[in-house]
Antibody, heavy 121, light 110 residues
């Protein structure tokens, strides 16, 4: 079965960077796009970006451009999301999610368990 | 790229039907038939209920249905049940690989 297993919680200082991983299993890794979505405490979902796992290219939401990088490692079937210049407003649960079909649109059927990133001085 | 607009909260009694609206623009909801809806319970990952405006993934009961008119998408839940209580999020494709979420709606089953 399809599984997305994310790395554990992180505590960071303002200005730090964080790298969250998402290890995929149960399907052909390069056939499906992966999206990253975050959720601040008590808030709604926020779309961060999408990675074309086959081509290793990514598109990011306007609010994150310049601070976020999404990459993948086909040898370990893992996708990574790096966020730099962290501030307190980046405190959130970060999710990776795989689309339902082969399109890039956000029909996100499979989700990781979420990774809590806390930014605090 | 502004977030889609959802009501903050809705409520209904068991057995009733409720609707949740999701309003965007002619550049997102109005331009593409790629609206999805998610249910989320506290501390859990979201669950896909509806995709491509009206389609249901396997295992999602037909009590959940989706529609779209112009720049507004709507999720309808019929035969409301206690475990439908939670948060509901809409999402739309906005072109060039970009997607947008709404602010989320909290559903209370009275």
């Amino acid at each position: 079965q399809v599984q997305l297993l994310q790395s554990g919680p992180e505590v960071k200082r303002p200005g730090d960077s964080v790298n969250v991983s998402c290890k995929a299993s149960g399907y052909t890794f390069t056939n499906f796009y992966i999206h990253w979505v975050r959720q601040a405490p008590g808030q709604g979902l926020e779309w961060m970006g999408i990675i074309n796992v086959y081509g290793n290219t990514a598109t990011y939401a306007q609010g994150f451009e310049g601070r976020v990088t999404m990459t993948r490692d086909t040898s370990t079937q893992t996708v990574y999301m790096q966020l730099t210049s962290l501030r307190s407003g980046d405190t959130a649960v970060y999710f990776c999610a795989r689309v339902e079909g082969v399109a890039a649109t956000a029909s996100l059927l499979y989700w990781g368990q979420g990774t809590l990133v806390t930014v605090s001085s | 790229q502004s977030a889609l607009t959802q009501p903050h909260s809705v409520s209904g009694s068991p057995g009733q039907s409720i609707t949740i609206s999701c309003t965007g623009t002619s550049s997102d909801i109005g331009a593409y038939d790629y609206v999805s809806w998610y249910q989320q319970h506290p501390g859990k990952a979201p669950r896909l209920l509806i995709y491509d405006v009206t389609k249901r993934p396997s295992g999602i009961p037909d009590r959940f249905s989706g529609s779209k008119s112009g720049n507004t998408a709507t999720l309808t839940i019929s035969g409301l049940q206690a475990d439908d209580e939670g948060s509901y999020h809409c999402c739309s494709y906005a072109g060039v690989y970009v997607s947008l979420f709404g602010g989320g709606t909290r559903l209370t089953v009275l």
